[in-house]
């Protein structure tokens, strides 16, 4: 039998908390020689506005199980990415559940951001920091919403393409809306951007010393958030060296998260430093949050079942 989690059984069963933790696990085990698991990210272009792609296989020490990851990404449509998430046993390839691909996405991408700004942004930035984010979508809310269980902030400020989805995110969280992206960067100390953008939205000359970036928008060849002069002059952090290079991260990087969650890279050195996190997505992240997800709802009785193979 296959459980089957749509999205409202994911959001039911998924706590900010519980998959923080199960993510830095992740990070701490990202070099353990027993498994691989950064894995392969397929993508290709299709004669339609969009893109497929493919996460294979999601491995974590000491889960009995793996995920296979198959999304749609057509930025025009909403919800823009749509797929799902299999998870098979280890044991004998049993596929255990179904899930709703876009909401495991949101939760893995943007909680995992939030560790890496939370890290990287400093002691300096601390409760009275102002956060602001450019594109105001799931993944986005989901980092604030992580970044508030792991650190106090100061005023929230949004800017995004869409003028009522920036005033409804600044409402759900205390902030208020500003005009463009570098109305962000000038008024905020962090700064969060997950867009679509293929042409940066902040350059050097927007930015202040000290301040941290968080950029999403990496995870496909031809997506830049962050210019050039920007990247140079900060510290670079992401997820995955070899990937991140191969996507499209404009930089050798400087370090990869899991180095600085084990104590490995220093991070931030200065209160003036510029920081930036800029991750692509690895195939352990969607198994920390599907396999947090599936053991809650065998728990707890949420889901559907249905035999495939009937």
């Not at 992206?181 to 000038?186: F, N, Q, W």
């Not at 404009?250 to 991750?279: F, K, N, Q």
Request: charged share 20%; glycine share 10%.
């Amino acid at each position: 039998m296959t459980l089957l989690l749509t999205r409202g059984d994911l959001e039911t069963v998924l706590e900010p908390e519980t998959c923080l933790d199960a993510l830095r696990d992740g990070f701490l085990a990202a070099d353990a020689d027993s498994v691989s698991i950064a894995g392969q990210r397929v993508r290709t272009d299709l004669p339609f506005p969009g893109t497929a792609t493919a996460l294979i296989p999601g491995l974590l020490p000491g889960v009995p199980a793996y995920t296979v990851k198959v999304n749609a990404k057509f930025p025009a449509a909403r919800p823009a990415l749509r797929g799902v998430i299999c998870l098979h046993s280890g044991t004998d390839g049993e596929l255990l559940a179904l899930m709703d691909s876009a909401t495991v996405t949101a939760w893995r991408t943007g909680l995992a951001a939030a560790l890496g700004t939370h890290l990287l942004a400093g002691a300096g930035a601390g409760a009275g920091a102002v956060v602001g984010v450019i594109g105001a979508g799931a993944q986005a809310e989901l980092t604030v919403r992580g970044l508030e269980v792991l650190r106090p902030r100061g005023a929230l400020v949004v800017h995004d393409t869409s003028a009522d989805r920036a005033a409804t995110f600044a409402a759900r969280h205390g902030g208020r809306v500003l005009g463009s992206a570098a109305e962000i960067a000038g008024a905020a100390d962090i700064v969060l951007s997950a867009t679509w953008s293929r042409e940066p939205l902040l350059h050097l000359n927007d930015t202040m010393p000290g301040q941290h970036f968080t950029s999403l928008g990496v995870d496909e060849p031809g997506k830049a958030e962050l210019a050039a002069d920007l990247l140079e002059a900060a510290l670079l952090v992401v997820d995955d060296r070899e990937l991140a290079s191969r996507v499209g991260v404009l930089r050798a990087a400087d370090a990869a998260l899991g180095e600085i969650v084990r104590s490995e890279h220093p991070g931030r050195t200065a209160d003036t430093d510029r920081t930036v996190y800029a991750p692509v997505g690895l195939p352990w992240q969607d198994l920390a949050v599907a396999w947090t997800a599936y053991e809650r709802a065998e728990r707890d009785g949420i889901g559907r079942r249905v035999d495939l193979l009937a």
